[in-house]
């Protein structure tokens, strides 16, 4: 069975998020298209936008406003790394 996400956001100052529990994210990347990672999506590396993102857990979909970043996807997670929120 795959498990869960874990959602981490980041500044280089203070972790903005840790969620642990995810069953999706939705991200929108520099060339314009949206991603969303699953449970068990492959490793990658990505820019983002300034957009919200999204992700839902057991209490349901939750959205945060985030400067562009850096998108990583790995097998214990997904970590974004940002300025800030917008």
């Known amino acids: 069975?795959?498990?869960?996400?874990r959602l981490t956001v980041m500044t280089?100052?203070?972790t903005l998020l840790e969620a642990e529990g995810v069953r999706w994210v939705h991200v929108q990347l520099v060339d314009g298209s949206g991603i969303s990672i699953w449970p068990g999506h492959a490793p990658l590396l990505g820019e983002t936008v300034s957009a919200p993102v999204r992700y839902a857990d057991d209490k349901g979909e939750h959205t945060l406003d985030l400067a562009a970043g850096i998108l990583q996807v790995d097998r214990n997670g997904v970590t974004i790394f940002t300025t800030?929120?917008?």
């Open 12 to 14: 280089p100052a203070e």
């Open 1 to 5: 069975m795959i498990k869960p996400l």
């Open 84 to 86: 800030g929120l917008t």
